[in-house]
């Protein structure tokens, strides 16, 4: 294909782009056929694998989740008896409850750790540098590495159980307890990612001008003040953005759950898209999982647009 | 008032005491914390750094020791050292094969999805031709719907393709990147229009173009971009797990998370996760600034 496209564009050797004047018009046009050959040849690959990939399966999983398809047989129309199913279903109301849950706790802790972390290493002293790479290495670990060792943190003899002891707070296992286990999967997401935020937050707090907060010192603002009415105000678009994405994280956790807790124990860690995956690709109810997954995409849109409605009014 | 200017970023002078009669003889200057202050939060860093730092410390000391009975805070005493639990991981279990796959998986995603992206950012940036909005804003819309609700018709496809335990099965949908392509799009539209044309005027053939005008200009971009669709198929965990389901497609991620299924020892789980991690951590601390824009850019971790 490479070739072909080189054979014809060699053809429009000298041409030029049109001016927008109005007497090379017809010029124009013919040139932008040229153009638009060359545009619509340099997007086809990509295009093609949207549409294989991306845009058919959307709709596919749309008109799926009206089906009762199973790999190797035969897909009938349901019409809403998956989403009824769904409806009576209380394992979805738990794995729902869950996430909703998991994403109210995370997603509101791990930004006010990073925000912490991004005003503690804001100005340059000797070994920010060293700090910012620490702190950001969770970041680039892969969450089925950060779950197997978590597994060992949490476990009923671990440091956490010990740390928990000493502080004469609930110890044990938290992963496998019940009321705890979400808590415990909360902690991996803050450490994994808190240093995405606090870099995001710390690019935006470089750009407030020193000036600014020093003329508020020098008129008596005290650090509060100065965060509330100079800080924050700043920060609030970085604060959105890390909010929506953080959001959509939690949303769709997964592999730690995977990894720690299989949804256990007694579904207190089943979330979304776990459940999604164990439908799918356990019990092969791949119409069921459909379901599920266009009901995710639903909650993902109404956050959204309540986020969007809330936060990103006031900027 | 007299106050210093610094650029942002760079520590804030002290304002002069003389000039501010309220602030004379108060040492507390939260720009420039006193003593106390500088090393309160020099504790308080210092105390974070580790406990981020512990799972990794952990992780590879407990990979080294002895098969037996784990205990805290005792068996994190780095005294005596064993690879048994490497012999044992290299013995039974493939790992060398996922550490390929994984390579096979990263490395091959990541040139096409530059290739392609860049190929399609340059047309959506540079040119103008039919569908081309409409082609734009669709591919923007796919940023909306969460990639977990096309796993399951995308699977169907790959399978009716008996793409299931294959290469191509494995890398081919990941490659519809729409970020990528927003990305290079974003970025090549802030080139001038200039150079592309000069280049026109000489004579040059579209593809000439692309490769010595256009390509030359985005390697920022190629590097940052790169690195972040390199980590997100490293870390991919959800469709290498329903995708490679004989034990010789597994990647690190599910081949890892398949020995913590197969209830090995620990100290050989860990063996596994030290395996996983030390590719990426060593490309971490070569190319830290490009990782971090890389990450920060492109928004979502895999």
Known sequence: MANVSDDWAGSRRGTRRAEPDRPQQRRARRVNW???????????????????????????????????????????????????????????????????IYTVLAVPLTMAVALGMALLVRRSFRGTKLLRSIFFLPVVTSLVLAGVIFTWVFSANGPWSSLMRLLGLPHGSWIADSRLVIPALVLVSVWSRFGYGMLILLARLQDIPTELEEAALTDGAGPVQRFRHIVLPHLRPALFFVAVIETTVSFQVFDTVYVMTSGGPVRASYTLVFALYDQGFHYFDLGYASAIGLALFVMTLIVALIQRSTLGRQQ | ???????????????????????????????????????????????????????????????????????????????????????????????????????????????????????????????????????????????????????????????????????????????????????????????????????????????????????????????????????????????????????????????????????????????GSVVAFVPIFLAYLMGQRYFAEGVTMSGIKG
């Open chain 1, 34 to 100: 040229r153009e638009a050959r060359s545009g619509l040849l340099f997007v086809l690959p990509c295009f093609l694998l949207f549409v294989v990939f991306r845009f058919g399966p959307a709709i596919a999983g749309g008109v799926l989740a009206f089906t009762d398809y199973a790999i190797g047989g035969e897909a009938h129309w349901k019409g809403l008896a998956n989403f009824r199913r769904l409806v009576d279903d209380p394992t979805f109301w738990s794995a729902l409850r869950v996430t909703v």
């Open chain 2, 1 to 271: 008032m007299s106050l210093t200017s610094a650029p942002p970023g760079t520590r804030a002078r002290p304002t002069d005491d003389a000039a501010h009669p309220r602030r004379r003889g108060w040492r507390y200057r939260p720009l420039r914390p006193g003593r106390a202050g500088t090393a309160a939060r020099a504790v308080f860093l210092a105390v974070a750094a580790l406990v981020t730092l512990f799972p990794f410390y952990a992780m590879v000391v407990l990979s080294f020791r002895p098969t037996g009975p784990v205990t805290f805070p005792r068996s994190l005493w780095p005294w005596p050292l064993s690879t048994e639990a490497y012999h044992q991981l290299l013995g039974a279990q493939n790992v060398l094969r996922w550490t390929l796959n994984t390579l096979v998986y990263a490395v091959v995603s990541v040139v096409a999805v530059l290739l392609l992206s860049s190929l399609a950012g340059y047309a959506f940036a540079k040119k103008r031709f039919p569908g081309k909005e409409t082609m734009f804003w669709s591919f923007l819309a796919m940023l909306m719907v969460p990639y977990q609700i096309t796993l399951i018709p995308t699977f169907i496809i790959i399978a009716k393709a008996n793409g299931v335990d294959t290469y191509w099965g494995l890398i081919l949908p990941s490659l519809a990147n729409a970020q990528a392509v927003f990305l290079m799009r974003q970025f090549i539209q802030t080139l001038p229009d200039s150079l592309f044309e000069a280049a026109r005027l000489d004579g040059c053939s579209e593809l000439r173009v692309y490769r010595t005008i256009v390509l030359p200009l985005i390697r920022p971009i190629l590097v940052t971009l790169g690195i972040f669709v390199f980590l997100w198929h490293w870390n991919d965990f959800l469709w290498p797990l329903v995708i490679g389901q004989s034990e010789s497609m597994r990647t690190l991620t599910t081949g890892v998370a398949s020995l913590q299924q197969q209830n090995v020892p620990l100290n050989m789980l860990l063996a």
